[in-house]
C-alpha cells in the first residue's frame, strides 16, 4: 500500500485552507449584512442561490455513509444498490412539486414546526426530542466514526485524532450557521465531485489493465465482461442479496417510504431550502437531482471495480478483515493504490463528504432544539442573539457526544449502508405516514399522528422479530417473504416498511373516523391549496429529462 506523500499533503492542506478561508470570508460578509438574526443563522433567510442549494443539499447527503457504506454494497451486490441514488433523484422532484410548496406557503422553518401547526405542540414536541435522539446517537456518530475510520486508515494516523478533526473542522463551518455552510457545501461538492470522478476513472483504468488495455472507457467495457451479474438493477428473488433490495419493491414498494421520508420530512435535509423563495428552492431540489444521477458512477463503480480487481488477484489480501473479506474496505484499499497527489485529491473529497454532512447534521440539531424546544420551553423571551448562541452552543455539544459515544456503538462492525438504511427504516413508514395525512387530509387528528409515532416504530419491531415466532413462508407466494439459509421466512426489511406503513395509514384512518367531531384548530394554520403545486415550464422539462434517464438506466440494465 502507498502511503501519503509531501505532494498530497499539500494538495489536502489547499482543500483546508480554500474551505476554511472561504467560510470566513462568507462569515464576515453576512456579519456586514444582515447581521446573527437566529433566522439568519439557522436558515439562511433569502441568502442562498438555487445552485447553493443544489450544491449544499448533494454535500450534506453524501458521506462516509456512501462513500464507504454504498462502495462496500456495490463491491458485493453491485449496481442495483445506485437505486437509492437514482429514486432520490425521482423523489426530489416530487418533494420540489408538493412539499416544499406547503413548508413555504405556511412559513414553516423545521419539521417539529409544521407538526405543532397541524398536529398540536404534544406531537411536536415528542418528534422534536426524538429527531433529536436519532441525529445524535444515530446519523452524526455514524458520519463521524465511518469518516473517521475510511481517513484513519488512508493516512495511518490514529482513530480519535480523526474524529476529534473531523468534529472540529465541521463545527467550526457550523458555527457560522447555514449561509457559512450552504456556501462553502459548493466548494466541498465540488471537491467531492472531481475527487469521486479522478478514484472512479483510475479504478476503472486498472480494471483494464487485466486485459491488457488502457483508458476507464475499456476498463467498465471489462466490468461487464468479468462481472456481469453486478449490473442487475432488480434482483431476482433466488439472488443471495435479494433481502437487501427485494425485487421490484425498489421501484414500486418500500424504497418510495426511504425517500420520501428521507428527502421531504427530513429538517437536515429540508433546512437547505426552507429559507429560500418557492422558484429558487424548486431549481436548488431540481439541480440536487441533476447531481444525483451522477452519484453511482462516483460511489458505486469504484465498489464493482474492486470486485473484479479482488477476484483476479490484483488486491491481495486488501480486502480481508480477520480473515473474511470485508466489502467496507473497498473504497478505502482504491484509494491507497491511487498514486502520488491522486491521492490527495481523492482524500480531500473524502474529507469534504463527511464534513459536510456533519456540519448539514449539527445544524439541524441546533435547529431543532432551539426553536422548537428551547424557544418554546425554556425560554419563551429569547431574543436573537441569544438562540445564536444556544444554537452554537448545542453545535459543541451534540459533536462531543458524538466522539464520546460513537466508538461504543460497534459501527465498523455492524456492515455500512444496509444497516443504517434498515434501521433508520424503523421509524420511517410512521413519520412519513404523518406528513402525508397532514398533507393531504384534513380530517387527520393530533391522536391519529401520535399513534403514527408509536404504531409505525411498534409494527416495524414486531414485523422484525415475527419470524422467530411465527412461520411466515404463506407470504412467499406473493414476494414479501423469503427463506434464509437457517430455515426462517424472514421479510425483506424494504418490504416491512411498505406493510408498515400501509397499517400506519389505516389505523390513522380509523382513530381519525373514531374522534369527536369537534376538529377546529386541527388546520386553521396550514394553508394547502391545489395552485400551489404548479410548476413552470423549466421545472417541468427539467423533470421530464430526468425521468427518460431513470427510464433508459433501468430500461437498459433491467
Known amino acids: 500500500m502507498s502511503t501519503f506523500s509531501t505532494v498530497d499533503v499539500i494538495v489536502f492542506l489547499t482543500y483546508f485552507i480554500l474551505v476554511s478561508g472561504y467560510g470566513i470570508w462568507v462569515y464576515r460578509r453576512k456579519q456586514q449584512g444582515s447581521g446573527s438574526a437566529s433566522h439568519d443563522y439557522f436558515l439562511a433567510e433569502g441568502s442562498l442561490t438555487w445552485w447553493a442549494i443544489g450544491a449544499s443539499l448533494i454535500a450534506s447527503n453524501i458521506s462516509a455513509e456512501q462513500f464507504i457504506g454504498m462502495s462496500g454494497s456495490g463491491f458485493k451486490i453491485g449496481m442495483a444498490i445506485a437505486v437509492y441514488e437514482l429514486m432520490a433523484a425521482a423523489t426530489l422532484v416530487i418533494v420540489a412539486v408538493f412539499f416544499m410548496p406547503v413548508y413555504l406557503k405556511n412559513r414553516i422553518y423545521t419539521m417539529p414546526q409544521f407538526l405543532e401547526q397541524r398536529y398540536g405542540k404534544a406531537v411536536a414536541t415528542t418528534m422534536a426530542l426524538f429527531w433529536l435522539g436519532l441525529y445524535v446517537v444515530v446519523n452524526l456518530t455514524s458520519i463521524l466514526y465511518l469518516g473517521a475510520l475510511a481517513i484513519s486508515s488512508l493516512s495511518g494516523i490514529a482513530l480519535l485524532p480523526c474524529m476529534l478533526f473531523l468534529a472540529v473542522f465541521a463545527a467550526i463551518i457550523t458555527l457560522g450557521g447555514m449561509k457559512v455552510i450552504g456556501y462553502t457545501d459548493v466548494v466541498q461538492v465540488t471537491c467531492l465531485v472531481v475527487g469521486g470522478l479522478v478514484t472512479t476513472w483510475l479504478a476503472l483504468d486498472m480494471v483494464a489493465t487485466l486485459a491488457g488495455k488502457q483508458g476507464a472507457l475499456a476498463g467498465f467495457s471489462e466490468l461487464f465482461v468479468r462481472a456481469g451479474g453486478h449490473f442487475e438493477m432488480v434482483l431476482k428473488r433466488d439472488n443471495p442479496n435479494y433481502m437487501d433490495l427485494p425485487g421490484l419493491s425498489v421501484l414500486l414498494g418500500g424504497m418510495w417510504i426511504v425517500n420520501l421520508n428521507y428527502w421531504g420530512c427530513n429538517q437536515y435535509i429540508t433546512q437547505r431550502a426552507l429559507g429560500a423563495d418557492l422558484p429558487t428552492a424548486r431549481k436548488g431540489l431540481l439541480f440536487a437531482a441533476f447531481l444525483k444521477l451522477l452519484m453511482p458512477v462516483i460511489v458505486v463503480l469504484p465498489g464493482i471495480a474492486a470486485y473484479v480487481l479482488d477476484q483476479s488477484g490484483a488486491l491481495g489480501t486488501a480486502m480481508q478483515h480477520g480473515g473474511e473479506v470485508n466489502p467496507d474496505r473497498a473504497y478505502p484499499v482504491l484509494l491507497n493504490l491511487l498514486p502520488s497527489g491522486l491521492k490527495g485529491i481523492a482524500f480531500a473529497a473524502l474529507t469534504a463528504a463527511v ?75 410512521g413519520i412519513l405516514a404523518m406528513f402525508l395525512m397532514g398533507f393531504f387530509w384534513k380530517k387527520t387528528t393530533a391522536g391519529a399522528a401520535m399513534f403514527a409515532t408509536v404504531g409505525g416504530l411498534a409494527g416495524s419491531i414486531v414485523l422484525k422479530f415475527l419470524p422467530s415466532l411465527v412461520d411466515l413462508s404463506f407470504l412467499a407466494p406473493i414476494g414479501f417473504a423469503k427463506a434464509t439459509e437457517a430455515g426462517v421466512a424472514e421479510i425483506p426489511f424494504l418490504d416491512r416498511m411498505f406493510i408498515v406503513f400501509f397499517f400506519v395509514i389505516a389505523g390513522m384512518v380509523l382513530i381519525s373516523k373514531m374522534a369527536e367531531a369537534k376538529r377546529d384548530g386541527a388546520t386553521k394554520h396550514l394553508h394547502i391549496d391545489t395552485s400551489l403545486f404548479r410548476v413552470d415550464g423549466a421545472f417541468a422539462f427539467g423533470s421530464a429529462v430526468i425521468g427518460v434517464a431513470l427510464a433508459t438506466i433501468y430500461g437498459a440494465w433491467w
Do not use: C, H
Open 355 to 429: 464534513v459536510a454532512s456533519l456540519a448539514g447534521k449539527a445544524n439541524s440539531i441546533a435547529t431543532i432544539f432551539t426553536l422548537d424546544l428551547y424557544k418554546k420551553n425554556f425560554n419563551k423571551e429569547a431574543n436573537e442573539q441569544r438562540m445564536v448562541w444556544i444554537g452554537r452552543l448545542s453545535v459543541v455539544v451534540s459533536m462531543a457526544l458524538a466522539v464520546l459515544i460513537a466508538p461504543m456503538l460497534g459501527i465498523d462492525k455492524k456492515g455500512g449502508f444496509q444497516y443504517i438504511q434498515e434501521y433508520t427504516g424503523f421509524v420511517s413508514p
